[in-house]
C-alpha cells in the first residue's frame, strides 16, 4: 500500500487589521463576568480601596500573562495544542487540550446564559416579569423545580428556543471563518456594546440615590488591603476577565500576521478591558442607589449583588420601579448579550481551532462535527428544569480549578521545564513599540505561578470544607469534580491521538535578527523530545 503523508494543516485565518484584532480581543475579554462580577466583587472587597489591589493585579499578572499567551500564540503559529506542542512536546499538547476542553464545559453552560439575557431583552419591550422578578425568573421562566430535585429532563420552552437560537447564530459566525465572521461581528458589537452600557451610565447617573451607590461602591475601607482574601479576589478578577490562561487570546493572536506589534495593542486590550469594568461598576450601583433609596433601605442591605441574581432578580426588579424603565431594560440586556456573544465566539474559536490543526478539518466540517454536538448537549443539559443548578455548579469548577489550573501547568511548563522565557521575552520585543523588559519574565515564571498556586489550593479548600450552594455530595462528584475530571481524561485521550498534519512543520520567525538565531536554535534543542514524538506520529500515519 503507497504510504500517505500526514495532510497540510489548512491555511491559518487571519485579522484584516490591528483595529480587527483588538476590537475581537477585547469582544472576547469584555464578556458577562465585567457587567455582573467585577461591581460586586468591589463593593465586597473594600470598595474604592479595591482598586489598589485590582490595579497592582493587572500590572504584575493580567498584562504579564496576556503577553505571554500573545507571545505563544504568535510565534509557534498555532492554537493551544499546537502551539504547546511545538513549545514542549507531549507535556505542552495536553496542557493545550486541557486549555480546549475547559472551554467546552465553558462554551455549554454560557450559552445558556446567552440565552437567558436574549430573552430578557424581549420581555424589556413589556416588563413581562411584573412585581416579582425573582419569582418570574426561578418560576415563570426557568421553571426551576420546588420539590427540591436537582435533575431533570423536563424541557422548559422558554430557554429551549433562545438556546437554539444563539447556537445557530454563534455557529454561523463560526463558520464565515475570522476575518468574514468573527471580526465582522466584532467591528459592528463592540462599538454597539460601549454605546449602548454609556447610555446606561448617564442613565443611571441621574436616577434618585445614584450618589448613595456611588459612595457605597467607591468609598475605601482602607483596612481591607490587609486580607489576603481581598488580594485573591483582586487576582481572580484580573485573570478570569482578560480572558488569560485558557487559550483565548493565544489562538487569536496565532491569527495576527508575521509583522504585527504585539505588546502596544496588548496595553490596549488590558486597559480597555478594565475601563470597562470600572464603568459596569458606575453603571450598576448607580442603579443599585436608586433600588435603595426606593426601598428606603441602604446599599448595604440589599441583597444579590452579583452573578445571576443581580442580572436576572434584582435588576428586573430595579427596573421595573425605574421611569422609562422598559427603555433601560433594553440597554442592559442588549447589552448583556452583546458581551456574552462576543466571548462565546471566543471560547468556540479555540475548540475549533484545535481540531482544524491537529485533524486537518475545514471550517465547514468543524462547525457540523464539533458545533452541533455541543449544541445539542448544550439544549439537553441547560434547555431543562434544572439546568440553573448545573450551571452555577459547573462554572465554579471550571473557573476556579480548570482555568487556574491550566495557567499554572503552561507558566511553570514553558518558563521553568522548556526554559522558553527567553526566547519569547525576544519575540515580545522584536517587533513591538513598547519593549518588555526582564521584569515580564520574573513576573511570568515566580510571582504569576505563586500566586495562582495560592488561589488554587484556597478554592479546594473551601470546596472541600463546606459542600458548594448546600448541593449533594453525590450531585457535585458529577458536576463538579467529575466534569475537572472529564477535562484531563479528555486531554489524554485527544494528545495520544495520532496527528493528521505535521505539529512540527512550521517556520520560525522571524529570522532576521542574530539573536533570533540563537534562540530558534536553543528552542529546537529544548523541543528535540517533541520533534522526535512528532516524527514517530507521522511515520504512524504512513504506515
Not at 11 to 28: N, Y
Not at 164 to 182: D, E, N, Q, S
Not at 409 to 414: K, P, S
Request: glycine share 10%.
Amino acid at each position: 500500500m503507497a504510504a500517505v503523508e500526514a495532510q497540510v494543516a489548512p491555511k491559518r485565518g487571519e485579522w484584516t487589521g490591528q483595529v480587527g484584532f483588538i476590537l475581537s480581543a477585547i469582544g472576547s475579554a469584555v464578556g458577562l463576568g465585567n457587567i455582573w462580577r467585577f461591581p460586586g466583587v468591589a463593593y465586597e472587597s473594600g470598595g474604592g480601596a479595591f482598586l489598589i489591589p485590582y490595579l497592582i493585579a493587572l500590572l504584575t499578572a493580567g498584562i504579564p500573562i496576556l503577553f505571554l499567551d500573545y507571545a505563544i500564540g504568535h510565534r509557534f503559529k498555532g492554537s493551544p495544542p499546537l502551539a504547546l506542542r511545538r513549545v514542549a512536546g507531549f507535556l505542552g499538547e495536553s496542557i493545550g487540550w486541557f486549555q480546549v476542553m475547559i472551554c467546552v464545559f465553558i462554551a455549554i453552560y454560557y450559552t445558556a446564559v446567552l440565552a437567558w439575557s436574549s430573552s430578557f431583552f424581549v420581555y424589556s419591550f413589556d416588563l413581562r416579569w411584573g412585581a416579582d422578578a425573582p419569582g418570574f425568573f426561578t418560576g415563570d421562566y426557568l421553571q426551576v423545580p420546588t420539590d427540591g430535585s436537582l435533575f431533570s429532563m423536563a424541557f422548559v420552552p422558554s430557554v429551549l428556543v433562545p438556546l437554539a437560537l444563539m447556537w445557530i447564530i454563534t455557529l454561523a459566525v463560526l463558520r464565515a471563518g475570522v476575518a468574514k465572521g468573527v471580526q465582522r461581528v466584532n467591528i459592528v458589537a463592540i462599538p454597539l456594546l460601549v454605546v449602548g452600557f454609556l447610555i446606561l451610565v448617564v442613565r443611571a447617573l441621574f436616577l434618585p440615590g445614584a450618589s448613595e451607590g456611588l459612595n457605597a461602591l467607591f468609598t475605601p475601607d482602607l483596612s481591607a488591603l490587609g486580607d489576603p482574601s481581598v488580594w485573591v479576589a483582586a487576582y481572580s478578577q484580573i485573570f478570569f476577565s482578560l480572558s488569560v490562561g485558557f487559550g483565548i487570546m493565544m489562538t487569536y493572536s496565532s491569527y495576527r500576521k508575521r509583522r504585527t506589534n504585539l505588546t502596544s495593542p496588548g496595553l490596549i486590550i488590558a486597559f480597555g478591558n478594565s475601563s470597562f469594568e470600572i464603568l459596569a461598576g458606575i453603571g450598576v450601583f448607580s442603579t443599585l442607589g436608586f433600588f435603595a433609596h426606593q426601598q428606603g433601605v441602604a446599599v448595604s442591605e440589599l441583597e444579590g449583588l452579583t452573578g445571576v441574581t443581580l442580572a436576572f432578580m434584582t435588576f428586573p426588579a430595579i427596573i421595573s420601579e425605574m421611569p422609562g424603565g422598559e427603555f433601560f431594560g433594553l440597554l442592559f440586556f442588549g447589552s448583556l448579550t452583546l458581551a456574552g456573544l462576543t466571548s462565546l465566539i471566543s471560547i468556540l474559536e479555540v475548540i475549533f481551532a484545535g481540531f482544524i490543526d491537529k485533524f486537518g478539518l475545514t471550517r465547514a466540517q468543524a462547525v457540523y462535527r464539533l458545533g452541533i454536538p455541543l449544541a445539542l448537549v448544550s439544549v439537553a443539559l441547560f434547555g431543562t428544569a434544572t439546568g440553573l443548578f448545573a450551571l452555577e455548579t459547573i462554572d465554579n469548577w471550571a473557573n476556579n480549578l480548570g482555568i487556574v489550573g491550566a495557567a499554572i501547568a503552561m507558566t511553570i511548563t514553558v518558563m521553568w521545564v522548556q526554559r522558553s522565557g527567553p526566547e519569547l521575552f525576544t519575540h515580545l520585543s522584536e517587533l513591538s513599540t513598547f519593549k518588555v523588559k526582564w521584569g515580564w519574565w520574573v513576573l511570568v515564571s515566580v510571582l504569576s505561578p505563586v500566586v495562582l498556586t495560592y488561589m488554587l489550593l484556597s478554592a479546594i479548600e473551601a470546596l472541600i470544607a463546606e459542600p458548594y450552594g448546600g448541593y449533594s455530595t453525590g450531585y457535585l462528584l458529577i458536576f463538579g469534580w467529575g466534569v475537572i475530571a472529564a477535562m484531563i481524561v479528555g486531554a489524554g485521550i485527544l494528545t495520544a491521538t495520532k496527528w493528521r498534519t505535521d505539529p512540527m512543520k512550521f517556520e520560525v520567525w522571524p529570522p532576521y535578527s542574530p539573536s533570533y538565531t540563537a534562540l530558534s536554535q536553543s528552542h529546537t534543542n529544548h523541543s528535540e523530545a517533541g520533534a522526535t514524538s512528532a516524527a514517530s506520529t507521522s511515520e504512524g500515519e504512513q504506515k
